[in-house]
């Protein structure tokens, strides 16, 4: 099995973001959504265009319009957008056409009918299921990952949605396996502040 990747998401605090490069997460991502807890207004431009080409900047998005996204994949130069909203695939198109990398997120509730995903096939680089909540994420809520053993496709998965250092040893029992999981408030001390000892512990764990 290969080492499952590890993104940290909702990051904003430049002192805070130079500790967790240094334990070399594959992602870290930064909310762009002015009704998150955790959003970033103003990054520190300097610090992120001299990020290591080991962690990738993700920028996080829910239903903004299309200008806006392409205006801060060039201001931070980000690796990835991730969707977190109701973007249609047409949306998806329009940014696929022009090289940027696309996660598109699906909340899971009690039942989930993967025939969704189909059309973003093709257009998207990873799919990343969370819990179906009141928030767009961060809602540190577990949904029943078991779902995820009638995935279908062989677009790469995130996991994201209340994972923790106690339910995160479970995932391994997944028959199809993330290609990566996603933690945000779990490893929090306060809303975008990551607890930086607890994510020491999550590496870890997914070594």
């Known amino acids: 099995m290969t080492k499952m990747k590890l993104k940290v998401c ?4 430049s002192e805070n973001i130079q500790q967790l490069l240094e334990l070399e997460p594959d992602f870290m ?3 762009f959504f002015e009704r998150s807890k955790r959003f970033a207004p103003d990054l520190d431009k300097e610090l992120l265009l001299g990020f290591p080409e080991t962690t990738k900047k993700v920028g996080v998005f829910v239903n903004a319009p299309i200008q806006q996204v392409k205006e801060k994949v060039r201001q931070y130069k980000l690796d990835y957008v991730q969707l ?5 695939v047409e949306y998806v198109g329009e940014l696929f056409a022009i090289g940027i990398k696309v996660i598109k997120v699906l909340s899971v509730g009690e039942e989930f009918d993967f025939d969704q995903l189909k059309p973003y096939k093709g257009l998207v680089d990873f799919f990343l299921f969370d819990t179906k909540g009141k928030e767009r994420g961060g809602n540190g809520v577990v949904f029943n990952w078991e779902v995820l053993n009638d995935y279908p496709y062989d677009v790469p998965y995130f996991l994201s ?3 923790d250092l106690e339910n995160a040893k479970d995932i391994a029992g997944l028959k199809v396996q993330p290609y990566a999981i996603d933690v945000n408030s779990k490893f929090e001390l ?11 512990m999550l590496k870890e764990i997914l070594k």
């Open 161 to 163: 949605g209340g994972i």
């Open 10 to 13: 909702g990051m904003r605090q």
């Open 84 to 88: 977190h909203g109701d973007e249609s």
């Open 29 to 31: 991502g930064f909310i």
């Open 190 to 200: 306060e809303p975008g502040l990551k607890d930086i000892e607890q994510v020491k």
